[in-house]
Structures are given as C-alpha cells and as structure tokens.
C-alpha cells in the first residue's frame, strides 16, 4: 500500500513538473512576444519623432534608413520614390551601388521586383534568393551586391503607392516573419506620409519664395513709377513756371515796341522796321509756344490727327529751312545741305513733317555758336528716309541723353548756364515721328555738338 501511494505522489511530482515546465516555457514565449511588441512600438515611436522633426525631404530619409539599419541589421537599404516622369528614382540609400541605382533607372518598373512591390502595391519578400525565380533584375542586382535575401515594401499614402522602401540582406537566408514585414510596412507608411507632407511644404515654400519675389518686383516697380510721377510732377511744376515766364518775355517785346510807335514818331525807316521785325519775331514766337501747348493737349487726349499722303521729302526740308532763315541770319549760322540724289517720296503729313524739321533746326540754332554750321542731312536706307540735323554746339550731358524726349525736359546751355525753351518741341517731336511711323534719335558728346535723327516710312512702291 504504501509502494503505491509513492508511486501515485512521484506521478503528481511528475506532471506537475511537466506543467510547470511548459507553463515557464509559455510565459518566456509571451515573454518574448511582448519583447518584440514592445521593440516594434518603440522603434515606431523613434521613427515618428524623426519624421515629425524635419521637413527637409533628403535629411528624414536619410534619418530613416540609418534607424533601420541600426535596429535590423540590413547592410543594403534603398528609398525609391516616384518622380514626374513615373520611374521609381533612388532618392536615399546606404550601401548601394552607384552603377546599379544608374542602371535601374532606365529599366521598366513592371520588370523589378521593387516595381512589382510598388504597383500591386503589396510587399514582395525573398527569404532565400537561392529559391527565388530567375529574374533579369534580380541577375543584374546579384551582380552588384552579394544578396541573400531581400524585402520591398510599399510607402502606401491615402491607399496610394508614392514609393518603395527596399531592404538586402547578404548575411544569408532570414526569416523575414509576417509580424516583421508588417512592421517594415507601418514604417513604410509612416515614411509616406512624411514625404507627401514635406512635397506639399516644399510646394508652399517654393510658392510663397515666388509670391514674396513678385511682391519685391511690385513693390520696386511701383516705388519707381512713384519716383518718377514724383520727378513729373517737379518738372511739370517748373515747366509751368517757366512756360509763364516765356510767354511773358515775347508779350513784353511786343507790347514795350508797340507803345514806341503809338507815343513816339520813328522817322527813321530803318529803325522802325527794326522794330516791326523785333514785333514780328516775337509774335511768332509766341504763337509757336502756344501751338506747342496745344499740340501737348491733343497729343494727351489722343485726338493728335495726321493726314498721311506721298511728300517730297527734299521740296519739304527746303521750305523748312526757307521758313526758318531768320533764327540762322541772326546768328550768322552755315547752312550746309548733304542730301542723296532721287530721295522717294515719303508717306507722311507735310505739316506735321514741317513741325519737325523746324523743331530740330529751331533747337540747333539755338545751341549753335555764332558763326557755325549747322549741317542738315537726307538719305533713304531700304523701306526709310533718314533726315538729321548737326550742330557744333556743346553737346549734351550723357546722363540726360535718354530722357531728353521726355515730357518737360530743357535742354541747358552749359555756357550760358540756363535752360532754354518750354521743354515741349523734342517731345512733341518724338509723338509726331511715331505717329508717322518712325523714329527720332540723338547722338552727342560734350563739347562735340549734337546730331537729332529721325527717319520716316517710303511709299510702298
């Protein structure tokens, strides 16, 4: 009785033992599995934190790789993302050869393994190449690195493939468990979401770089256009001052030599056409200041109007310069006449055509010294007649060379250290010469005289 009694209490020391043992062996088991649980959280959370910390494309991704290369092991890491011309462009890696990243990119993605990953959008897992199925990529990959086993992941975003996340391993065959693959795809997607939210910061970035250099040119556009309404305005206030200064100056005359010959008898008939001729100048003086002021109000309003007709164009300069003998007589100015033979007429509006050329040869004998020559020019070159004036006057100052068609701008007598004239006849110039389908130009130097240019349209023949 008692032999069975001990055999029944060393039975029950027996499966007691038994269950102890694989009890133990289950809580190591569990042990083990909340180990690896707890790794995987915590390499997700290490993996948010860097994503979370950086919206610089290269250096999160770089971050990544170094992170899963230090917690798996992989020698050979990759991340392909999809570019605009739809291949699956290397954008980081560890470890990879130069020659196979140039050399996949002009592959097919349909004929990778990491293509395959990214359009059915599924991992694709190699635990041992040695039975893998023959693949030219996977040939070609053999030839670069050792690899034994291999994983492509997708980086899903939104049910969305945008890349890959390749990882190789030359250790050997590897185990490559599902909770591991499923690891490598939530770190995957993860990877996703950093990239599409660094594009879009990247985008904005960009957009608000363009915005801020457009405002800049806005606003250095309009602080230019306010500095020169501002530089308008003082020109056309000192305009208006001089404008009532030159009107005064021949109402004066007129009016100082006119009271001569109502109080005073002028035997001498020789002073008295002097006088006349003073009135006279001054007259037409005054009538060609106000014909300016209004040629500046029609031009202004657009109702400027040209009659175009055939004009021949030599016949035209020589009643210019007949019309204007008494500005050069005074002075004792040269006339000197360079015209080409045959000139074709040209198509413009004589009148206007006159207000030019006066213009030109009224502000060269203005500047011209006493005794010069002022030398006019006429030629044709191809579809344009081209007609200029030279003086031996001063010059002009090389600063104010290109504004000096523009509205209220007087040309100054350097000798005689003031302005002179309205500030209107180049301008005018300019507008009518346009409008008549040319060009108007000047060249100088100082001290070398001026030459004023423009030219105007052949009849078509």
């Not at 980086?155 to 030359?170: F, N």
């Not at 185990?175 to 997607?189: E, Y």
């Not at 055939?310 to 008494?326: F, G, R």
């Amino acid at each position: 009785m008692a032999t069975l009694y001990l055999i029944a209490l060393l039975i029950g020391l027996g499966v007691g033992a038994l269950a102890a043992f694989v009890l133990m062996g289950r809580l190591a088991a569990g042990r083990a599995e909340l180990e690896r649980r707890l790794r995987d959280l915590s390499v997700l959370h290490e993996a948010s934190g860097i994503l979370a910390a950086s919206l610089d494309l290269d250096k999160l991704l770089d971050s990544i790789l170094k992170l899963i290369k230090r917690e798996f092991g992989f020698q050979h890491l990759a991340i392909r993302l999809l570019n605009e011309r739809g291949h699956l462009e290397v954008r980081a890696s560890i470890g990879m050869d130069r020659d196979y990243i140039e050399a996949t990119r002009i592959i097919p993605t349909r004929s990778t393994m990491f293509g395959r990953a990214f359009l059915d959008a599924k991992p694709v897992v190699v635990r041992d190449t040695r039975e893998a199925p023959p693949s030219s990529h996977y040939e070609m990959l053999r030839r670069f690195i050792p690899v034994t086993a291999l994983v492509h992941i997708p980086m899903i975003h939104e049910d969305k493939p945008i890349g890959v996340l390749a990882a190789y391993s030359t250790r050997g065959p590897e185990k490559f468990t599902d909770q591991f693959v499923a690891l490598l795809q939530a770190l995957a997607n993860q990877l996703a979401l950093a990239v599409v939210n660094a594009n879009l910061y990247k985008q904005v970035r960009s957009a608000s770089l363009v915005m801020e250099e457009r405002v800049r040119q806005r606003t250095a556009e309009l602080e230019a256009a306010n500095e020169r309404l501002r530089e308008l305005d003082r020109l056309k206030s000192e305009f208006l001052s001089n404008v009532s200064h030159e009107l005064r100056t021949p109402l004066t005359s007129i009016q100082s030599f006119s009271e001569i010959f109502l109080r005073y008898d002028v035997d001498d008939l020789a002073k008295r056409r002097r006088f006349a001729e003073i009135i006279n100048d001054e007259a037409q003086r005054l009538t060609r200041m106000i014909n300016d002021l209004l040629d500046l109000s029609k031009i202004e309003a657009g109702k400027l109007e040209v009659n175009l007709q055939p004009v021949d164009l030599a016949k035209l300069i020589e009643k210019s310069l007949n019309s204007t003998e008494a500005l050069f007589s005074k002075s004792s100015l040269q006339i000197e006449r360079q015209f080409d033979k045959n000139i074709p007429m040209v198509f413009a509006d004589p009148d206007r055509l006159v207000q030019v050329i006066n213009n030109l040869l009224g502000n060269a004998a203005k500047f011209a010294p006493d005794g010069s020559t002022i030398t006019v020019r006429a030629r044709w070159r191809g579809r344009f007649a081209l007609v200029s004036v030279t003086d031996e006057g001063p010059g002009i100052d090389p600063r104010k060379v290109k504004e000096i068609f523009d509205r209220y701008t007087q040309l100054r007598d350097p000798r005689k250290h003031q302005s002179l004239g309205t500030g209107l006849g180049l301008s005018i110039s300019r507008d009518l010469v346009e409008r008549l389908g040319g060009y108007i130009w000047v060249e100088s130097s100082p001290g070398r005289g001026a030459t004023f240019s423009f030219s105007v349209p052949l009849v078509e023949q």
